[in-house]
């Protein structure tokens, strides 16, 4: 079956072209069916291969197609690698994928005919990048698709391009996301000129020889990368501003899938993060920063969709602290729940701006919960999820890491938790502000409020069923023995680097249930206060001061950033430009003309037309010739 | 006779030849100052020849060495009178056009 695999990426690459090329004369109904078929029968596919990977004697696989790159002793080819955890993201992409391509159909349904085409040959493109990604048996190929979702992404956050704003949050997106690349280009250099190769068995059997700085170096350079592609702490801030695109793009792109790259990438490279130490603390510091950062700011967003970027930073920053402290199953884990439940928030989110005609500020909102019972619903138990509630997904996988954190530090854990209540606080707030209380919109609004049609509700409905029970398959080994099934799954991935295993490392069981009881009675706490506070919220124009001021202004990062880069960059080009080019360039280049014609009117004073004067200087240059070979020779 | 008075009659053969061409305005005087100048490389050749023509018999009864020379006088020669009637032939028509031969007059040509 795995040697189906190249079928999985090519549906979506079919896709992309029937859809692109087509898209003046295919109708909106052919379209939807290309663009969801192509990813659905990818899914079917992938779930044939996870069947096969399931197999006990599954042993993991490495297809070679063709040679990409061949060149003395170097050889890249394009290769798939087919194990348990590029499996797993399969079923994770082409799943969630399929049901926000189905989504789309009804929330894009009023884009002209060429720009609905236009749009999902974008989302298929995106979807055959990321498999691309996922899939690649070596860095090359991997970047590949790094590259091809970055482009994806970049497109479809400037998918209404007769926006400035937005294609300027388009263009920020790709800025920053280069700026990462750059810091992965450079650690697949490091790796040739260091391993002589690109592939993973190879590197990963090569590592523990390679000294302590190639490795560092490496796997630092790569967690730039990553810092760009999954929006962490410095390279956070075009995450937030990429809600220009349509919601069923942040859902899929910007929550589910692309913004993980960083983490599978991590995960994929265990073996190199093992052996180094020093990024694994670096690693772990930066998504603790970002995940209580981001959350700090998520308290004080007003956006709906913000509310949900932020939240979607602050929970890359957890997975970032599971890989840091080597909990590389809890990380993936939480990558997958944290599919399940943020897609479902943001086409919860869509469908809510869908009902508002484009309205995204919560405070115009409230009360939706009867017009809108389904996504009202939906959106609750994504809420929970996210929060943490036993035994909604996320808990399960929220607990794995802040657990494997305490083990690594009681510093790491007690900032987890943190952020753990905060995510509670603001999921709660931005639940009660646009479901609970009074509606605070205007009439025509509330006149036309409605639920959304099928096609938007069915793959909520999945979404929901899969975040309330997408953690069970991840069950802690304190509540119930041996059904850590996830754990095993990918045992043969993580097995050299995994730690918390074995059982020395183990916390008692007592202690670990206490925490996880006092962690959940306090969120529940929490979620109770938010709930009340903000359901009888009534809007106020007061300016509000202060932290909160601070809050509502995300920290002043991006000014500051402004103020350090863009600023000096901006006057050090202006500089360049009013005296480097003008005085100097076009300098030198008119200065070659002007000595041209100076010394052209000079010369012509020579040719006086005085035969008498010709025959002089004839006769003065043949001596001063005589001299010169005369001293020449001696 | 050494060479070195053919070589010093040449040099100033020579250098009149240059100061005439140089300083004199009427352009007969600087043709036959030319000529001079040709004639200084005549005897220069002439007296070269010569000499190695007796270093060769020194060694060798039957030797040419150095006959060359000579030969190049006679083209030189040659191409002498031919330059002399098309230049002479020029200056007589330029005269024939602006009666004048003074070569500061004739400048025109820069143009």
């Known amino acids: 079956m795995s040697k189906l695999i190249y079928l999985v990426p090519l549906f979506p690459l079919f896709g992309f072209l029937i859809n692109g090329l087509g898209r003046k004369a295919l109708s909106r109904t052919l379209v939807s069916i290309v663009g969801v078929g192509s990813v659905l029968a990818s899914f079917v596919v992938s779930l044939l291969i996870f069947q096969e990977v399931r197999e006990p004697d599954f042993a993991p696989q490495v297809i070679t197609f063709f040679d990409f790159i061949k060149t003395g002793r170097l050889n890249i080819p394009f290769a798939f690698q087919v194990d348990q955890l590029s499996s797993l993201f399969l079923l994770i992409i082409t799943g969630v994928g399929t049901l926000i391509h189905l989504y789309s159909t009804a929330y894009m349904h009023e884009e002209n005919e060429p720009d609905f085409a236009r749009y999902f040959a974008y989302l298929n493109l995106f979807i055959f990048s990321m498999l691309l990604l996922v899939l690649g048996a070596n860095y090359v190929i991997m970047f590949i698709g790094w590259e091809g979702v970055g482009l994806c992404s970049y497109l479809l956050i400037g998918y209404w391009f007769k926006n400035d704003a937005f294609n300027n949050a388009a263009k920020k997106a790709f800025v920053m996301n280069r700026i990462g690349d750059l810091g992965f280009l450079l650690a697949v250099f490091w790796m040739i000129a260091s391993f002589g190769s690109t592939s993973f068995t190879d590197i990963f059997a090569k590592a523990p020889e390679a000294t302590a700085t190639v490795l560092t170096g490496i796997t630092l350079l790569l967690f730039i990368g990553a810092t760009g592609k999954s929006a962490q702490i410095p390279l956070f801030t075009w995450l937030p501003d990429a809600m220009a695109g349509p919601t069923p793009v942040s859902a899929l792109i910007h929550a589910a899938t692309m913004v993980t790259a960083g983490i599978y990438m991590i995960a994929r490279s265990n073996v190199l993060y093992s052996l180094a130490p020093i990024t694994q603390n670096i690693v772990a510091v930066i998504g603790l920063a970002t995940a209580i950062f981001a959350a700090t700011i998520a308290l004080k967003q007003n956006d709906i969709k913000k509310v949900l970027a932020y939240s979607t930073v602050s929970q890359l920053g957890y997975m970032f602290l599971g890989l840091g402290v080597g909990a590389y199953t809890g990380a993936i884990f939480h990558v997958m729940t944290h599919a399940f439940f943020k897609a479902l928030l943001f086409l919860g989110a869509g469908s809510v701006i869908h009902a508002m005609h484009h309205e995204q500020d919560i405070r115009n909102m409230g009360g939706l919960k009867k017009f809108m019972p389904v996504t009202h619903f939906t959106f609750l138990l994504g809420c929970l999820a996210i929060a943490g509630i036993p035994p909604f997904s996320g808990f399960f996988s929220k607990d794995e890491i802040l657990t494997a954190a305490f083990l690594k530090s009681p510093v790491y854990y007690v900032f987890g938790v943190i952020t753990a209540i905060m995510t509670a606080f603001y999921m709660f707030r931005l639940y009660a502000l646009t479901f609970q209380g009074k509606f605070r919109g205007t009439q025509e609004q509330e006149h036309h409020l409605h639920e959304s049609p099928g096609a938007m509700t069915i793959p909520l409905i999945v979404l929901a069923i899969l975040s309330v029970i997408g953690g069970l398959i991840g069950i802690p080994e304190v509540l119930m023995k041996d059904s850590h099934r996830l754990n095993s799954f990918l045992l043969p991935v993580f097995a050299d680097s995994q730690v918390g295993t074995e059982p020395a490392n183990h916390l008692t069981h007592s202690s670990e249930l206490l925490m996880m009881g006092v962690l959940v009675a306090v969120i529940l706490v929490v979620i109770v206060y938010a709930w009340r506070k903000f359901s009888d919220y009534s809007k106020t124009t007061r300016e509000s001061s202060g932290l909160a001021r601070v809050l509502e202004n995300k920290w002043y990062v991006d000014e500051f950033y402004e103020a350090i880069i863009g600023k000096p960059l901006r006057s050090f080009s202006r500089f360049l430009n009013n005296t480097v080019e003008r005085l100097g360039i076009d300098g030198i280049v008119n200065g070659v003309g002007r000595a041209v014609q100076y010394s052209g009117r000079q010369l012509r004073l020579i040719q006086s037309g005085q035969v008498g004067s010709y025959i002089l200087i004839m006769v003065f240059a043949t001596v001063l010739f005589f001299i010169i070979q005369l001293f020449w020779k001696s | ?111």
């Open chain 2, 1 to 111: 006779m050494p060479v070195n008075y053919y070589i010093f009659l040449s040099v100033a053969l020579f250098c009149i030849g240059i100061a005439g061409v140089l300083t004199r305005r009427n352009a007969i005087v600087i043709f036959m100052c030319i000529e001079l100048m040709l004639n200084a490389v005549n005897i220069l050749l002439v007296a070269f020849s010569k000499m190695h023509h007796l270093a060769g018999l020194a060694a060798d009864a039957g030797s040419r060495a150095g006959s060359e020379g000579q030969l190049f006088v006679f083209f030189i020669m040659v191409v002498a009178a031919a330059e002399v009637t098309v230049g002479l032939a020029i200056i007589v028509m330029l005269y024939r056009n602006i009666h004048s031969v003074d070569i500061n007059f004739l400048n025109r040509l820069k143009h």
